[in-house]
């Protein structure tokens, strides 16, 4: 539990210590933005611990301690082993998540979080540590061992920064290239149902996508990814 709870605590809880506390002390923030960064690191923190948890155990697994092995002998299909190394990522990201929420609430100052949305919350975190096992288990099975790292580093950060997390999707129309690049990331829409859901649009505050929207495309990014998941796990299960 420690090692898990300092995975998922450090890097969400100084970004919203620097971007929501301290920017906003020396002034470099506007009023509001506190709330608005809130439901986007909650977001990536579901979406990115499930990736973690899913694709290092998984490489590790394919190449080093062969642990893997003993779970392909279950009386099961192998299909199915693989769900079950997202669904378990994606349980993690779910935790990960709800950790933070406490943690925001006493760091920043003006932001709130609403009890009676807690159950389509949920639901919608659920969805988002889905995705990212999904994600997780396609860069798990596709990358070699040695160069997970590599690929952590490569796919980690654009991740975060294109995920909507620290802004509004709407809000960059200025900077079309930029919005149309974050509409490919799946953590996109899983930040912008949060903001949705907890956030009423105002002169500070643009509407949110859709639900309906953001939905369907966490739902194409689930069967996407976990299809070429589940085929990269099957083709190194046969190696």
């Known amino acids: 539990m420690g090692p898990f709870l300092g995975q998922v605590i450090v890097e969400p809880f100084f970004m919203l210590f620097v971007f929501g506390k301290v920017l906003g002390e020396i002034g470099f923030t506007q009023p509001g933005f506190q709330q608005v960064l809130l439901p986007g690191v909650v977001a990536l923190n579901s979406f990115?611990?499930?990736?973690?948890?899913?694709?290092?155990?998984?490489?590790?697994?394919?190449?080093?301690?062969?642990?893997?092995?003993?779970?392909?002998?279950?009386?099961?299909?192998?299909?199915?082993?693989?769900?079950?190394?997202?669904?378990?990522?994606?349980?993690?990201?779910?935790?990960?998540?709800?950790?933070?929420?406490?943690?925001?609430?006493?760091?920043?100052?003006?932001?709130?979080?609403?009890?009676?949305?807690?159950?389509?919350?949920?639901?919608?975190?659920?969805?988002?540590?889905?995705?990212?096992?999904?994600?997780?288990?396609?860069l798990g099975t596709l990358a070699p061992a040695r160069h997970i790292s590599i690929v952590f580093a490569m796919t980690l950060t654009p991740i975060m920064f294109t995920g909507a997390t620290q802004f509004p999707w709407r809000s960059l129309e200025s900077v079309r290239w930029f919005q149309i690049l974050c509409s490919f990331n799946p953590l996109t829409y899983v930040t912008e149902a949060m903001r949705g859901l907890l956030l009423e649009p105002g002169p500070k505050v643009p509407e949110s996508i859709p639900l309906w929207i953001c939905f369907s495309a966490i739902g194409a990014a689930i069967l996407i990814f976990g299809t070429i998941g589940i085929r990269g796990f099957n083709r190194r299960a046969q190696d």
């Open 48 to 138: 990115l611990v499930a990736l973690q948890n899913t694709a290092l155990p998984l490489a590790i697994d394919f190449s080093w301690t062969k642990e893997i092995e003993d779970r392909l002998l279950a009386p099961i299909p192998v299909s199915l082993v693989a769900v079950e190394k997202a669904v378990f990522g994606a349980m993690r990201g779910l935790i990960g998540s709800l950790v933070m929420i406490p943690i925001g609430l006493a760091l920043l100052d003006d932001v709130s979080w609403p009890l009676e949305k807690m159950p389509v919350t949920l639901g919608i975190l659920s969805l988002g540590g889905l995705v990212g096992g999904c994600v997780g288990l396609t």
